[in-house]
Every structure is written in structure tokens, then in C-alpha cells.
């Protein structure tokens, strides 16, 4: 029995139009030893050309490959040109060695077969094998300025194939040149990569890029072509768009200009295929080489999270993060990305382009994401994400300060500690604190300017004071502006109107609330034995407390017993413990030693003076008062000078570090004379050790000579 050529030609996979009577008659490919394509065997009834194993694989339309790498678009060109780079030298043998077979193919009129004979080799040699039997191919009749098609998962032209499409155009094969059916194999591939590690294009996602001619799509061109000038001529042919044979469809010469124009636009609300015209235009070498470099080249040394398909953003309503398609965010080149805890977190650029240090501090690293530093906590990111997207981050500091009692604290200075305020669980200074140190560790001036004007702001302290000095000198890289506002913490009180208030000549004690250093070491309050291990374990937070020291020693909060000249005597009573009503004449005192009250000998005389009605108020002041000044005590021991009670001060400090050094000294000698003790007892076991073991093998010796 043997078969007409209507028969035969039913067998063929390509269809009536595509094959003729010559081509199908042809004997096997003398070429077939440089083919490492297996020829299906022929059954005793098969009277036809063999077909390659690639061809009915590529052809197969019941094959089903759902391979979904689950990249991103950036990623997935980070990924290729990487691989390319690495294995240059191979790459482009192998690419070498296909055009080669390619033109081979051409000249012994075999070019309906290229396509089919090289689409493994290209896989494996430029797209990492991740396309094999992921793709479809087929030839058909196209629109003359149309290489080909390439359409998405299930949504190609026979409803029987699920997997990605490519649709040649035949005349382009047929009466094009070797090298441009290699270019256009190889630009349908990009497209078909994207869409393996992509996953399928979405109604909403055409401007995603898996389908478009954009700046992923010509870097990878760009290193295929790189690459093909490796060994030889480059492959100019492999563009955006096409360089077409001059063999045309006779309809266009009729049909042109008007009617292709609108076709092409027609067709580009079509989501599911690419467009892949002629006169397609892309970005320049310069602005894709340049993308490169900003967005994809960084995400090589990145963790494999910022690879996924999703991202996560900041909702602004809920004030948390939430995941999203990257596919909806828009282009990549329009926003940057923090890496927190190996978690990409994407921000608009927009939202950062307020904020000047931000903008130079990704500018400085040279692309579009940027490591947190590993200090700074998740509560302290999160205020910076709502510092981004809204300019400030809660609590709104103005509320403290509209609550502040006093009218002077209202003033920008930091907070007065007021006991019954603390909160345990308040977080109000020491979040900005934190967010002050961000702006320190990542270099965002913007950030730490803003903490600090908050900080200045609240006028009472609503936490626990020794945790804010810790937080503000822990670790190793201390912020100097933090600094000078632990001073200027240090030295506040509710008579300063403004933080250098205590920094001047013209001072005052209006109140008999102390500082708040004298607060934090007074042996009455909450904070002394806290505060002072503080000091222990910081030395930078001992030299700033001895600093804050001598300010107020020269404020005068270290002279007890003398006002400063320039103080009004009715304020001496925090100094004297004595109250000033209890002179007639205090109404008007002198600012000079030669007052009155500084003429009295003793002070059983003074009292002498006064009405008998007000001695019940006498003896309540100076219970109140803690009786300091008994009736025995004269004003000699109230007149020291200045200079003596300061020289007196600087006398106890050198006694108190003579003290500590001898403390220390006797520590020392002490934990070596343990260390000693310790090699001596050390010492004594293991001589005690080898006389047993002497007399056990002398005792063994005599026992053998006995026997």
C-alpha cells in the first residue's frame, strides 16, 4: 500500500500553507551529524520524512509545563545577565556554534527548520534550560511588519494548548536571512522567559513587562548581543524591532500608509500577546545600562526575599505593613526599597523626595534599596515609614505641651522630671530618642532634626529619666547632639525659660525645686541607686553628669549656705532653710552684706526682736524647716566665701577619687591574691596526686619482688 502526497502532506505538522511539494520531498539533512536531536524511529507503514523528537515536543499541543519560577521581572534580569557574565566565554561558543548550524541550515534550503532545530540549544546556552517544554511554536500566515507572536498561558491560537505560545510569522522564515531567524527566535525566548519567571501576564499588568519592549527586556537583548560579538559579528538584527525581508504581502503596497497604522494601534489594547512590530522603538544602551546598575545589579548580594513576586508597603490607615503584587506598584525606577531584617519594604520616591537626606543617603549607596541598620527596632521603622508617608509619627508632641501646668515648661527645653507623671510603660521621649539614633546610624539628618525639636518640646518627662539616659549612651556610636541634650537635660529646672538658661550670669532660684540631676541623686527619690549604676557602666555618661555638675556649681544649686549677689533674699530660703518673714524688716532687704539680717550676731537675739503673737508660726517654721539653725548656732558659720566653699568642694572630690582609687587598688590586690591562693591550692593537689601515684607503683614493684 503506499500513500498519495495529499496523505503524506496530512502527516506534516506544519499545515498545507507552509510546506510545498520540494521542501516535503526532500531526503534526510546531510547535516544531521551535527544534530544532537534524536529522530523518532520509523513504523513498518511510515513512508514519511522522520520528524525531529524537538519538533513534535515544541508542536505537541496536549503537553502540559506549568513552570512558574515565582520571580520578579527585576530579578529575573539580575538573574540571566549574571549567568550570561559567568559563563561568557562558554555563552558565546555555544551561540557561536547555533548560528553557525543555522546558516548551515539556510544554505541547503532547510529554514523552515531552524526554529525547531536550534530552540533547545538557545535554551540551554542563554536561557538557563528554564524553556524547555514551556513553549509552543508554531508558523503562520502574519501581518507583513510582524515577526511573530508570542501569547500568555492558554491564550494562543489553538485552545488546545495551555502552555506559553510563539507563532512565527512564514514569511519571515521563509525568505529571511539565518541571522534574522536567530534574532527572532531569540527575542520571542526574552519574552517567553519573562513569562516562566514571571508567571502569566494579568489583564492588569501589561506595563508589568513580560510582554513589552521596556528597560527589562533591553538589557537582556543588550547582553545576547554583547555576547554574539564575542566570537565574530555582532547580531545587529536582534532590536526591539524587526529588519524584515523585502518579500511583503502584495495588499500592503495598497493598504499603506493608512490602514497598517490603525491595525497596530488596534491591536495594542491586546493583553495576552506581545506586539512585536517593526518599527518598535525602546530605551537607549545608556538609560538601560544605567537602570541596570541601580535596580538589578544591587539584588545579586540581597537576601532571596527581595526576589518574590510580592512586596511589602506601608498602609497608612492601619499603620502596618501589608503585602503586595509588585506587578501593581508600577515601575520599579519610580520607588526604592528599605531591607529590614532581610524584608523588603517598598516606598514610593515620591514620598522620599521631601526629605533631602533620605534622598542622598540612596543616592550615596548607589541604588534603589538600602539596608537598615540592625540597631534600629521594628517600632522605631515603623515611625519612620509613617514619617515618609505622613511628616510625623505619634504621639503628637504639642498635646503634652498644651497639658504642661507651669507656663515655663511650656518653653522648648527638655522635660522637667515631675515624679508623679512617670509612667512605666510611657514611650514618648525614648521613641525619639530611638528615632533620633536611626538618623544617626543610616545618615538621615532629617530624621534626627525632627527627634530633636520633639524632644524639646514636652516640657514634663512622662518615663522613667534613667531609661532615657541609658537609651541615649547605649552602645558604642553616641550621637553628639544627644549628648549636649543629656546636659542640657541634666541641668534643667523649673526656674530656667529656655535650655542655656543656667549657661549665663544672670541667675536665679525662684523655686525650691531642684535641677533634675539633683533630682536623680537625691537620697529621697526613686532614681538614686539606678542612676548611679548608670554612671558606673557609661563613662561617657559620667563625663557628661561631671559637666552638668559644674554647670550648677556655678548656678550656684552647690552653695547651700550664700546666695549669688544678684539674688533677691526672699529666695535664700532654699539655701538657709530659714523663711525671711521672720525678720521685720525682710520686706525690703539689701542685696549687701551690710543688711540688717546679716548684722545679727546669733539668732536668740533676732528672735527677741519679734511680736510674741507670731512665735507659735516661728516654732512651725522651724519644724518645717527641719531645724537646721538651732539657738546655738551663730551667723560665723553662715559666712564663708564663695571661694572657701568651692575650694572646700574641690578638696572632697580629690578625696572621693583617692578613695575610689584605693578602692579599686584594694580590689585589684585582692583578686590576685585569690588567683594565688587558687595556683597554690592548684599546686598542692597535683603534688599530693603524684606522691599517690609514686606509692601505688612502688607498692606494685615490692609486691612483685615479694613474689
Request: hydrophobic share 35%.
Amino acid at each position: 500500500m503506499s500513500l498519495s502526497f495529499t496523505d503524506l502532506l496530512a502527516l506534516f505538522p506544519f499545515g498545507d500553507d507552509f510546506v510545498d511539494e520540494e521542501v516535503f520531498s526532500r531526503s534526510q539533512s546531510p547535516l544531521s551529524d551535527l544534530l544532537s536531536d534524536v529522530y523518532l524511529p520509523l513504523d513498518s507503514y511510515s513512508y514519511g520524512h522522520p520528524l525531529l523528537n524537538t519538533t513534535l515536543q515544541l508542536q505537541d499541543p496536549y503537553l502540559r509545563c506549568d513552570r512558574d519560577l515565582e520571580w520578579n521581572i527585576d530579578w529575573a534580569v539580575a538573574f540571566l545577565v549574571d549567568q550570561l557574565e559567568q559563563r561568557w566565554v562558554d555563552a558565546a561558543a555555544s551561540l557561536m556554534n547555533i548560528r553557525r548550524q543555522a546558516a548551515a541550515l539556510h544554505e541547503n534550503s532547510l529554514s523552515e527548520e531552524i526554529p525547531f532545530q536550534i530552540f533547545n540549544k538557545l535554551d540551554q546556552a542563554l536561557f538557563a534550560g528554564f524553556l524547555k517544554n514551556s513553549v509552543f511554536l508554531d508558523v503562520s500566515r502574519l501581518d507583513s511588519d510582524i515577526s511573530g507572536v508570542t501569547y500568555t498561558h492558554r491564550w494562543g491560537p489553538n485552545p488546545e494548548v495551555k502552555r506559553i505560545s510563539i507563532i512565527f510569522n512564514q514569511d519571515a522564515i521563509r525568505h529571511g536571512r539565518a541571522r534574522d531567524i536567530v534574532a527572532t527566535l531569540i527575542h520571542h525566548l526574552i519574552h517567553a522567559y519573562f513569562l516562566v519567571a514571571c508567571g502569566e501576564q494579568k489583564e492588569n499588568e501589561m506595563d508589568y513587562g513580560r510582554l513589552n519592549h521596556g528597560l527589562q527586556f533591553g538589557k537582556i537583548m543588550l547582553a545576547i548581543r554583547r555576547l554574539s560579538a564575542a566570537h565574530g559579528r555582532e547580531l545587529t538584527t536582534l532590536d526591539y524591532g524587526h529588519r524584515l525581508s523585502s518579500r511583503h504581502h502584495y495588499a500592503d503596497d495598497y493598504y499603506r500608509p493608512w490602514t497598517r497604522d490603525e491595525v497596530k494601534h488596534e491591536d495594542g489594547n491586546k493583553w495576552y500577546f506581545s506586539h512585536c512590530h517593526s518599527d518598535v522603538r525602546g530605551p537607549s544602551d545608556s538609560e538601560v545600562d544605567k537602570w541596570y546598575k541601580n535596580v538589578c545589579q544591587p539584588m545579586l548580594d540581597l537576601p532571596p526575599s527581595i526576589r518574590g513576586l510580592e512586596v511589602e508597603v506601608y498602609n497608612v490607615r492601619r499603620h502596618e505593613l501589608v503585602k503586595r503584587r509588585r506587578a501593581h506598584l508600577g515601575s520599579s525606577s519610580k520607588s526604592i526599597e528599605f531591607i529590614f531584617r532581610d524584608r523588603p519594604v517598598l516606598v514610593g520616591r515620591e514620598k522620599i523626595e521631601r526629605f533631602p537626606s533620605v534622598m542622598r543617603a540612596f543616592d550615596k549607596a548607589g541604588s534603589r534599596f538600602l539596608r537598615v541598620h540592625k540597631e534600629v527596632s521594628e517600632d522605631t521603622f515603623m515611625r519612620l515609614l509613617e514619617f515618609l508617608h505622613t511628616g510625623s509619627y505619634p504621639p503628637d508632641p504639642h498635646v503634652f505641651a498644651g497639658a504642661a501646668v507651669d507656663r515655663d515648661v511650656r518653653h522648648k527645653a527638655p522635660p522637667i522630671i515631675k515624679p508623679q507623671n512617670i509612667s512605666v510603660e510611657a514611650v514618648v521621649v525614648l521613641a525619639d530618642i530611638r528615632f533620633a539614633k536611626l538618623g544617626l546610624y543610616m545618615g538621615f539628618e532629617d530624621c534626627k532634626a525632627y527627634a530633636l525639636d520633639r524632644m524639646n518640646t514636652y516640657g514634663v518627662l512622662y518615663e522613667d529619666p534613667v531609661a532615657v539616659l541609658k537609651e541615649i549612651y547605649r552602645g558604642c556610636e553616641l550621637d553628639p547632639d544627644l549628648k549636649v541634650w543629656a546636659r542640657m537635660f541634666l541641668t534643667r529646672c523649673p526656674a530656667a525659660s529656655s535650655p542655656g538658661y543656667y549657661h549665663g550670669d544672670s541667675l536665679g532660684h525662684s523655686t525650691v525645686e531642684p535641677p533634675n540631676l539633683l533630682k536623680l541623686k537625691s537620697q529621697q527619690g526613686p532614681y538614686r541607686s539606678r542612676f548611679l549604676n548608670a554612671i558606673e557602666v557609661s563613662g561617657a555618661l559620667e563625663n557628661d553628669v561631671n559637666k552638668a555638675r559644674a554647670e550648677l556649681k556655678t548656678a550656684g544649686w552647690y552653695t547651700p549656705f550664700r546666695r549669688p549677689a544678684d539674688q533677691p533674699a526672699h529666695n535664700l530660703n532654699n539655701h538657709l532653710h530659714v523663711r525671711p518673714h521672720f525678720f521685720p524688716d525682710s520686706s525690703s532687704p539689701s542685696s549687701s552684706s551690710s543688711g540688717s539680717w546679716y548684722k545679727v550676731r546669733d539668732l536668740t537675739s533676732q528672735l527677741s526682736s519679734l511680736s510674741v503673737n507670731r512665735a507659735p508660726g516661728i516654732e512651725r517654721g522651724k519644724v518645717r524647716d527641719g531645724d537646721h539653725i538651732g539657738p546655738n548656732c551663730t551667723y560665723k558659720k553662715v559666712n564663708y566665701s564663695m571661694k572657701d566653699r568651692e575650694q572646700r568642694l574641690r578638696d572632697v572630690d580629690v578625696e572621693l577619687d583617692k578613695a575610689r582609687e584605693n578602692v579599686k587598688r584594694l580590689e585589684r590586690e585582692r583578686e590576685d591574691r585569690r588567683k594565688k591562693e587558687t595556683q597554690k591550692q592548684v599546686k598542692i593537689q597535683a603534688v599530693a596526686l603524684v606522691e599517690e601515684l609514686l606509692e601505688g607503683n612502688l607498692g606494685q614493684r615490692r609486691g612483685i619482688d615479694e613474689d
